[in-house]
């Protein structure tokens, strides 16, 4: 064991039961039941731990932590932590002084779950110790793992399907072209049928301009019919105020009618 190595913590249980068990006198396993279950020898707590490749199952003492007796565990399964045949509760330990004497308990918990939980731990822990062995065996010998083989045998042959490949990329087509930009804002053209805008004349012409403009003709009958639908709809059409307007008017007539009359039609305004 190298003087760098770690101790790491595998597994705590509160509370675990140590009993004195009979020598085997056959091959057979051993049995819980001939055990005084009832009359533990010792109870206290359980950890195991690990340094380097050797697991320790330690019974330490639940309040001051002193030491019990230590079991050193180098291969799982073995001769080390045994199951019994009639229990998964009951395991025996050989236990070490570390003078070279050696003894066989019998050790038990209480629930079914901790005793799980002490199983899993060494098994887990051996699990990695073979790990860590095969990992070392390949560095030193990096030759003589499998080689992977990607090379083509005598007769094998592969077959492409170009055909599929060219229909898919057909099915694309070519790309759609974008229209060029004028790099200025884009005008909606005007709808169909709607009404050019007029030019706004200069201030000193909106009196002629105005003057200019033709009423549309209205029918002389005195309500508006319109068909919807194949009948027809009369609506009363709105008595023109023409002394309000003629009042509204007759100022601005009599102060520039001299204007109006300036007003020429070759002046480059179009009259509506």
């Known amino acids: 064991m190298e003087e760098g ?13 140590v009993y004195r068990i009979p020598p085997r006198a056959t091959n057979r396993g051993y049995r819980a039941a001939e055990w005084q279950l009832d009359q533990p020898s010792w109870s206290g707590r359980l950890r195991i731990t690990a340094k380097g490749q050797v697991a320790y199952i330690k019974l330490e003492d639940r309040t001051s932590g002193e030491l019990f007796a230590q079991a050193p565990v180098d291969q ?11 229990s998964s509760r009951y395991f025996v330990i050989r236990i070490e002084d570390g003078n070279g004497r050696r003894a066989f308990i019998g050790i038990g918990f209480g629930d079914r779950g901790d005793a799980f939980d002490f199983n899993v731990a060494l098994q887990d822990h051996f699990k990695w ?25 005598e007769g094998q042959t592969i077959k492409l399907n170009i055909a599929n490949m060219k229909k ?10 974008r229209p060029a930009s004028t790099g200025g804002l884009s005008l909606l053209p005007p709808p169909p049928g709607g009404k050019t805008s007029t030019l706004i004349p200069p201030p000193g012409e909106q009196l002629s ?6 009423q ?19 609506w009363p059409q709105p008595k023109p105020a023409a002394t309000a307007t003629a009042d509204i008017w ?10 109006s009359s300036q007003t020429q039609p070759g002046t480059g305004w179009v009259q509506f």
Do not use: W
Request: with cysteine; net charge negative.
């Open 250 to 259: 007759g100022d601005f007539t009599k102060s520039t009618g001299s204007t």
């Open 216 to 234: 549309p003709a209205v029918a002389p009958s005195s309500d508006l019919e319109t068909s919807i639908g194949g009948a027809t709809v009369s």
């Open 168 to 177: 898919k990329e057909g099915a694309a087509g070519p790309p759609r072209a």
């Open 209 to 214: 301009v105005a003057a200019s403009i033709v």
């Open 129 to 153: 110790v073979k790990q860590q062995c095969e990992f070392a065996k390949q560095a030193e010998n990096p030759d003589q793992g499998p080689k992977l083989d990607l090379s083509f045998k």
């Open 5 to 17: 190595e770690y101790e790491s913590v595998l597994c705590v249980k509160p509370e675990v039961h």
């Open 76 to 86: 799982f399964p073995g001769t080390a932590v045994e199951s019994v045949m009639d």
